[in-house]
């Protein structure tokens, strides 16, 4: 968290960013090693394209925490 006044004037803001981004990362991590994930994803480009896509979800990325179940 050092020098966020380049990224926002509001720390909140970046807190709320990395937090967020941080449970949707561990979301995603928990259901593929419990093997939920989608069996499409059998790369391991392909399952981290769609962490990413999940984790930067406009709709999600700040407004409410969604599981990775939830979101498929």
Do not use: A, C
Request: charged share 20%; glycine share 2%.
């Amino acid at each position: 968290m050092h020098e966020t006044n380049s990224l926002s004037d509001d720390p909140f803001m970046i807190f709320t960013f990395l937090s967020y981004s941080m449970i949707h990362y561990i979301s995603y991590s928990l259901e593929h090693l419990q093997g939920e994930s989608r069996k499409e994803d059998d790369t391991l480009l392909k399952r981290w394209v769609r962490m990413m896509f999940y984790t930067f979800y406009q709709p999600y990325l700040f407004s409410l925490i969604m599981l990775y179940p939830d979101f498929e």
